[in-house]
């Protein structure tokens, strides 16, 4: 029912920029809060950002404030990860997820590597 995508993933210097897309098809993104999680090797996946679906009031990790924006463009069925000031902590896989109600999906999942 619905599908996501990400991208925008790649190789990063510390210091450096991503800007992070999930791309949604199929009906009703509008309703669903996204949000953007990570998983490093061999830590439990944690969440990094989140948006509602209402109000688009947004959630951070404390770990990303002040430096990730998520960000959602409903006519484009679309949520935005841009990512300032990186640090080689923030290597991970990041993943997009969409819920409503007891509705959950996952997209597959785009590396984040910060490094020298």
């Known amino acids: 029912q619905v599908q996501l995508v990400e991208s925008g993933g790649g190789l990063v210097q510390p210091g450096g920029s991503l800007r992070l897309s999930c791309a949604a098809s199929?009906?009703?993104?509008?309703?669903?809060?996204m949000g953007w999680y990570r998983q490093a090797p061999g830590k439990e996946r944690e969440l990094v950002a989140a948006?509602?679906?209402?109000?688009?009031?947004?959630n951070y990790a404390d770990s990303v404030k002040g430096r990730f924006t998520i960000s959602r463009d409903n006519a484009k069925n679309t949520v935005y990860l841009q990512m300032v000031s990186l640090k080689p902590d923030d290597t991970a896989v990041y993943s997009c997820?969409?819920?409503?109600?007891?509705?959950?999906?996952w997209g597959q999942g785009t590396q984040v590597t910060v490094s020298s």
């Open positions: 199929g009906s009703g993104f509008s309703m669903y809060t």
């Open positions: 997820r969409a819920s409503w109600g007891f509705h959950i999906y």
């Open positions: 948006i509602s679906s209402a109000d688009g009031s947004t």
